[in-house]
């Protein structure tokens, strides 16, 4: 019988991304709420009753049975009546032979997002669960980054010490934000400063994003501490069926087909795999290529552009636990990343025993692969004939069985999402001062 732990602390955790929303930033703030209640502290987790759809996938999945959930309602879906203003503005402007290139109100009235219509419903109902509960520290997921805002009145209302956990970078020049006009590029960097002067711990996910905050503000540099995403043991898929009888590489999620940065490695990846099909190493009867998420017509128009559109099998976005079922039985996991980022789905393939095919520029996770994973493929550099050369060995391998094992047992021991939240408890203990 699992002896239970009296509750030390009361933690309200602003999750807009939380139960019954599936999206992957949902994972993060599950397992921290669900861990937290596990190792004795009580989290009220406040969330979003009616989220923006655009930006949000709802689901049936309820939130941990043991957390406490409540929910406020936005009082405004700001993106949908921008884009309106925007739309009428376009038509307007069409008129005069004018033509707009971008959605202006949202880089001049949607600050810091497009979710602010949640902040002054949350900031009463977090009000209401502070006091009801006697709520010793505030925790902020973002993004939103509209949760960093209700965060930091919630505190200066209630003198309560504020963690603020970016999921995301907020204003560093990465490429995933380089489209953004350069008056809002300079704004956001004011306002990421007051967030990070507001908060008594600023959390990321990534050693390198840790080292660029520290260098923006060095000053601040005490505050910041890395906690990785990590993977939950409890959602290894149950049992074995095998590997699936073609050789197999996967992706699942973004493919990020529209950032230049990216261009390089996309054209790597495909140009190995039809170098391969022109050899005759690949071909329908035993390869497939096979990817699941938002972006399925845009890479089978890739996969079609590099003539392998039969060795691509293209699905729609499925459910995380049947994405991990499909992720054990493949070969190879393709991992591409935007740096700084570090993507669970890099995790999730180490900690299922996936090898990896990593077309990455060198760094932090470049060391994470080789750390833990012998029998990966890391291209740094765009190139197709590495590329084709990984594939090429890797089927080899798996043909004479000869294909290495991840260091799991290794990896888990740092990278569980348990053992990271008692980390996280105990950071948290120690600098807001609350004794433990």
Known sequence: MTQKIESKKNIL????????LVDVGCKRSV????????????????????????YCSLGDDP????????????????????????????????????????????DIFCIPDIFWGWIPLTILNGLKLIRQYNIDVIYASCPPFSAAVTGILLKKITNKPLVLDFRDPYALDIPISADRPRFRRLLDRKIESFFLKQA????????????????RYYGLKDRMVNIYNGFDHELKPRGSSGKYSKFTIIYTGNFYSGIEAMN???????????????????????????????????IENIATDYGIHDLLVANSRISHQEMLSVLSRSHLQLIRIVKPALGSKLLEGLALNVPLLATIPCGEVEEIIRKYSPGSYVVSHASPEQVAG???????????????????????????RENLTRVFMDIIEEKTQVAK
Request: aromatic share 18%; glycine share 4%.
């Open 200 to 215: 008594d711990i600023f959390v990321v996910v990534t050693k390198e994003i840790q080292t660029d905050y520290a260098r």
């Open 31 to 54: 397992a921290f709420s669900k861990y937290f209640k596990k190792h004795g502290w009580t989290p009220h987790v406040l969330s979003v009753k009616n989220p923006d759809r655009t």
């Open 264 to 298: 390089s490695f996309t054209h790597s990846f495909f140009e190995g795999v039809r170098r391969l099909k022109e050899d005759g190493v690949c071909n329908t009867s035993n390869f497939q290529f096979l990817y699941y998420g938002d972006e399925k017509a845009a």
């Open 13 to 20: 955790m602003l999750c807009y991304y939380y139960p019954p």
């Open 63 to 106: 939130p941990p049975r043991e957390v406490h959930t409540e929910y406020s309602y936005s009082i405004i879906n700001v993106y949908k009546f921008f884009g309106k203003l925007n739309g009428l503005l376009s038509r307007i402007l069409k008129l005069f032979g004018m033509r707009l290139k971008r959605n202006y109100f949202i």
């Open 390 to 416: 990984a594939i090429r060995d890797a089927m080899n391998k798996y043909k004479d069985n000869k294909i290495q094992d991840n260091r799991v047992d290794e990896f888990m021991k740092e990278f569980s």
